[in-house]
């Protein structure tokens, strides 16, 4: 028996779908779900802890490729590095949170980390490798 913190971001045409509950009954998976949410650009993410059998949820994530759902393992936790920041912006429309966003007037982008779900996909953008796991 095993326990994974997932992200699942889902294609536009998979939203009204009830995918979760299909994953969890097919592969015998329990799940608590810490965050959902669709997003304003109509894209949808859940940010979920799955539980049980190594193999089952291997196949389940298999399966979830075969919709187009993406699966990314939730990190531990995403700080930045300020000295390395170059407020470029790259990484502010890829966070699924909006937890960078660029401040006006000054321009800074501006990262709050209470709102950062740990997904990682800022750290894998930034050309300045600002943004980091801390374990
Ligand atoms: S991509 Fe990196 S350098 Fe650019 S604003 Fe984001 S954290 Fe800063
Ligand atoms: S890890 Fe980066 S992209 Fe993911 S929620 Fe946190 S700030 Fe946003």
Not at 4 to 29: A, E, G
Not at 94 to 103: I, Q, R, S
Request: proline share 5%.
């Amino acid at each position: 028996m095993a326990s994974h913190k997932v992200v699942l971001h889902f294609p536009l045409h998979q939203l009204n779908r009830p995918v979760v509950n299909d994953l969890i009954k097919t592969y015998d998976l329990d799940f608590n779900i810490l965050r959902a949410e669709v997003t304003p650009d109509e894209k949808g993410f859940v940010v979920l802890e799955l539980t049980g059998e190594e193999d089952n949820f291997r196949k389940g994530v298999e399966w979830l490729d075969t919709l187009g759902v993406t699966v990314q393992p939730l990190s531990e936790d995403v700080v930045r590095l300020e000295d390395r920041c170059t407020h470029c912006g790259a990484c502010v429309t890829t966070c699924p949170v909006d937890a960078l966003y660029v401040e006006r007037p000054s321009q800074q982008v501006i990262f709050e980390q209470d709102t950062c779900i740990g997904c990682g996909i800022c750290v894998k953008v930034c050309p300045a490798a600002a943004m980091a796991v801390q374990f």
